[in-house]
């Protein structure tokens, strides 16, 4: 199995909702991470997990609220977005723990996310 | 600081010509990684290259090949004899040795049309 799963695919939610986002790797990967992506722009790295640890939050809201339950999967906890919030959301993993800078990362086909 | 630019924002062609996308990099790091990812409409981020600073050896898979020059800091993929599902954003991205957590640093990307 050599893929990343993400869900839901698409998630439309009012300001004032909570929902969360779910990714899933059984390749073994010890790195996962968490970007988000708007129109036409790179991926923004939001949170990377090492061994199941946060190693990396780059200064994202508190709305957004990261979760590694296992070495297999990824969460991401939603709570009183913002209209601007709506992007793609992607899932990444790669093979070492510590992100380690060669490996190459392996992405899921994202959640599209709009905030109403 | 590093960075990475792609020039090309769009790129337009028929089936069967040849097309380079472009990717100059800036890095003060004398060993670093280099990639290429496929983003094609489905929106999942594909894997297609990893390039390490010590290694200039142009690589060819396929139709696909990729010239790595460190002399200029560049890094450019040319697909030869394109087809419509070569249709696509493809991002060239950084990631340095001594950069913690193996965060990639993406260029722009290029949005490659492919027409019939």
Request: proline share 5%.
């Amino acid at each position: 199995d050599t893929e990343v799963t993400q869900t839901p695919k698409h998630l439309v939610m009012g300001m004032t909702n909570k929902k969360s986002l779910k990714c899933e790797q059984h390749m073994g990967h010890r790195a996962m991470y968490w970007y988000k992506q708007k129109a036409k722009k790179p991926p923004e790295l939001m949170f990377v997990y090492s061994y199941e640890k946060l190693s990396i939050n780059e200064s994202v809201p508190s709305r957004f609220s990261p979760e590694c339950p296992n070495s297999s999967l990824l969460n991401l906890h939603l709570h009183a977005l913002q209209p601007e919030d709506s992007a793609l959301y992607l899932c990444a993993s790669s093979q070492e723990g510590l992100a380690v800078s060669y490996n190459e990362q392996f992405f899921g086909p994202g959640t599209r996310l709009t905030v109403l | 600081a590093q960075k990475v630019t792609q020039a090309q924002t769009e790129i337009s062609v028929v089936e069967k010509e040849d097309v380079t996308l472009d990717c100059v990099y800036e890095t003060r790091d004398t060993t670093y990684y280099l990639f290429w990812y496929k983003q094609p409409p489905s929106g999942e981020l594909v894997f297609l290259i990893r390039r390490n600073s010590f290694d200039e050896q142009n690589e060819i898979s396929g139709r696909y090949s990729w010239n790595f020059q460190k002399s200029t800091s560049s890094f450019n993929f040319t697909i030869t004899a394109s087809q419509v599902v070569d249709s696509a954003v493809y991002f060239c991205a950084l990631s340095e040795v001594y950069n913690q957590g193996g965060k990639l640093i993406f260029g722009q990307g290029t949005e490659l049309s492919v027409k019939p």
